[in-house]
């Protein structure tokens, strides 16, 4: 991996979403002064607002695990490293499991959390409906479950990444569109031209979510994120539902029940196979086949009336996995996008990873699978705990 350090020059982070200003704060915390955010918009409105804000550690691969695992401190103390408030709610996660061959692959899933730290179950049938009483059992094989996963909110976290890096001399210039680099003979970065001039920077590092291959091209590369609508329902409240229960999953349809303390709840997860689109809409058309995969799995909530819903962009890679790294052809440019649906909850590793790497010439855990080369190469590693 390149060792790359900074030598004082600025930082322009391009991206006010939950990932630039979570390295715009870990880069400042560790007192570095000279960072610029650029967001075309305003911070927070664009990906991150439309997150349903699940925090998990169970994913299938080494990086995507360890990631989640080191964000969960900062989850819980947020408010101490911040100064802004967060509810992290740790109600857990339970993924219900019908399929002999998905077993399989979540239970080696189990066993490789497990040698990493995380704190997490494989159930049987009715030790899932202990979990998460009123889940129907007669076609369930069996369960995972982690009480540490939970969820925040992401406009939460974006505020106080926001107001900790103020604290630090970060500076957000909003509504300020990147327009492209400026480089030297050899190719380096020198400068960023933006909507309101040219700026001077050692670095630049692009996190903006599911627009970032139309900013690569601004740039002379191909980043290969692809945007992708995903959508979420709030239900009202049903006397079944309550804030201690964990977000549940059916991996049979990807359907998931995300339950809320108001006994309220948001559901989803039945639109994976979206195609996609730089445009977001809501698609009702989807909500009966999603109420019905709920209601098979989750009886109780026969009858649950939506009372909106939302969509946005999820940035989906090849392999769902995201690019985090330098772009070996422009020395200076780095990747922070393409989470596939898991930035907000990586936000606190990722940032804290970057920082360490850009201040001591290497990151604090191996980040290979996580380069842009990877997809020139054809080495991709298939994340399997995906819905």
């Known amino acids: 991996m390149r060792r790359e350090t900074l030598n004082g020059g600025r930082v322009v982070v391009v991206g006010g979403g939950v990932i630039g200003t979570s390295i715009?704060?870990?880069?400042?915390?560790?007192?570095?002064?000279?960072?610029?955010?650029?967001?075309r918009g305003l911070p927070g409105e664009g990906t991150t607002a439309d997150a349903t804000g699940g925090i998990r550690q169970q994913f299938s691969t080494r990086v995507n695990i360890e990631l989640a695992r080191r964000s969960l401190p900062f989850w819980r103390h947020f408010e101490e490293r911040t100064g802004a408030p967060m509810d992290f709610r740790q109600h857990g996660y339970l993924f219900?499991?019908?399929?002999?061959?998905t077993l399989d692959v979540f239970e080696r899933n189990a066993e490789l959390?497990?040698?990493?730290?995380?704190?997490?179950?494989?159930?049987?049938?009715?030790?899932?409906?202990?979990?998460?009483?009123?889940?129907?059992?007669?076609?369930l094989l069996g369960a995972t479950y982690s009480a540490e996963d939970g969820s925040a909110s992401p406009a939460d976290a974006v505020a106080g990444y926001l107001r900790g890096a103020a604290g630090r001399g970060v500076e957000v210039r909003r509504n300020t569109e990147f327009l492209g680099l400026v480089t030297d003979a050899e190719g380096a970065v020198r400068a960023v031209r933006t909507s309101a001039g040219t700026l001077d920077?050692?670095?630049?590092?692009?996190?903006?979510?599911?627009?970032?291959?139309?900013?690569?091209?601004?740039?002379?590369?191909?980043?290969?994120?692809?945007?992708?609508?995903?959508?979420?329902?709030?239900?009202?409240?049903?006397?079944?539902?309550?804030?201690?229960?964990?977000?549940?999953?059916?991996?049979?349809s990807g359907a998931y029940v995300h339950p809320e303390a108001a006994g309220t709840a948001i559901i989803g997860?039945?639109?994976?196979?979206?195609?996609s689109s730089d445009r977001a809409a809501v698609d009702w058309s989807r909500v009966?086949?999603?109420?019905?995969?709920?209601?098979?799995?989750?009886?109780?909530?026969?009858?649950?009336?939506?009372?909106?819903?939302?969509?946005?962009?999820?940035e989906m890679t090849a392999d769902d996995h995201a690019i985090v790294g330098p772009v070996d052809e422009v020395p200076g440019l780095w990747v922070a996008a393409?989470?596939?649906?898991?930035?907000?909850?990586?936000?606190?590793?990722?940032?804290?990873?970057?920082?360490?790497?850009?201040l001591t010439g290497a990151p604090p855990l191996d980040l290979s699978a996580l380069r842009l080369s990877r997809f020139a190469d054809q080495s991709l590693e298939l994340e399997t705990a995906v819905f």
């Open 96 to 101: 219900l499991i019908s399929d002999p061959d």
């Open 24 to 39: 715009a704060f870990h880069l400042g915390e560790r007192g570095y002064r000279d960072i610029t955010v650029l967001e």
């Open 269 to 275: 997860g039945n639109d994976r196979d979206a195609p």
């Open 338 to 358: 393409g989470f596939s649906g898991h930035g907000f909850m990586q936000s606190p590793a990722v940032g804290e990873a970057l920082a360490e790497w850009w």
């Open 113 to 139: 959390q497990r040698s990493l730290g995380v704190d997490v179950q494989v159930l049987d049938p009715q030790q899932a409906a202990d979990v998460h009483p009123g889940v129907r059992t007669d076609d």
């Open 201 to 252: 920077a050692e670095l630049v590092v692009l996190a903006a979510g599911p627009q970032v291959r139309d900013v690569g091209r601004l740039c002379g590369v191909d980043i290969p994120v692809d945007p992708h609508p995903r959508q979420a329902f709030a239900t009202a409240p049903l006397p079944e539902l309550h804030g201690g229960l964990p977000l549940a999953v059916d991996m049979a």
């Open 288 to 314: 009966e086949s999603l109420a019905a995969a709920l209601t098979h799995r989750f009886p109780r909530l026969e009858g649950l009336e939506v009372t909106r819903g939302w969509a946005g962009l999820r």
